[in-house]
């Protein structure tokens, strides 16, 4: 498995300010894709991140949308196509769900493996940020090359002995699973 990263700045003519794209993507061998395919890798969470006001956004940024867009749709399709009200409305709040789509999975931190085996960009304020990005997807890249070689050997059955432990540090280990 290999993980490849492309980067690109770009400098916003009317504000000035840079910003910095990081396309990742992982290469995986045959052997791997047809594991990761078995399994059903691809809408597993390889890293999680809290963002409770991410969805809230998305459902603003989609209400906005459609608050604009009927009023376009209005005057481009209901008089030359004879779309109807209810044909505004409908093909309004569509396109405001799907910018309301496109938003949240521009903005959202949390990766799936379909992200990384598709590619996915992600856009950076700074080089420190893009930095630990990419040194963050190493790591989470790292850790799901390991669960797909333990894959290998799923089939069949594995034993494990456990010991008993001394009372006292049974106690303690009992305390600290609960």
């Known amino acids: 498995m290999d993980l490849l990263f492309q980067r690109a700045q770009h400098v916003s003519q ?12 992982a290469e995986l061998t ?4 047809a594991l990761v395919k078995k399994y059903g890798f691809e809408p597993a969470m390889l890293l999680f991140v809290d963002q409770p006001k991410l969805l809230r956004n998305a459902l603003i940024v989609a209400t906005i949308s459609f608050i604009a867009l009927v009023p376009i749709i209005a005057w481009n399709f209901y008089q030359e196509i004879g779309l109807g009200w209810t044909g505004v409305y409908v093909v309004s709040a569509v396109l405001a769900a799907t910018v309301g789509f496109f938003y949240y999975h521009q903005k959202r931190e949390t990766i799936y493996v379909r992200d990384l085996i598709h590619g996915r960009y992600f856009k950076c304020n700074s080089v420190i940020e893009l930095a630990k990005k990419e040194a963050w997807l190493e790591g989470a890249v790292s850790v799901f090359r390991q669960v797909v070689e333990t894959a290998k050997h799923w089939d069949g059955t594995q034993r494990f002995e456990i010991k008993p432990l001394p009372p006292e540090e049974a106690k303690r280990l009992v305390l600290k699973a609960f």
């Open 14 to 25: 009317a504000w000035g300010n840079t910003t910095f794209k990081l396309h990742a993507k």
């Open 30 to 33: 045959e052997e791997e894709a």
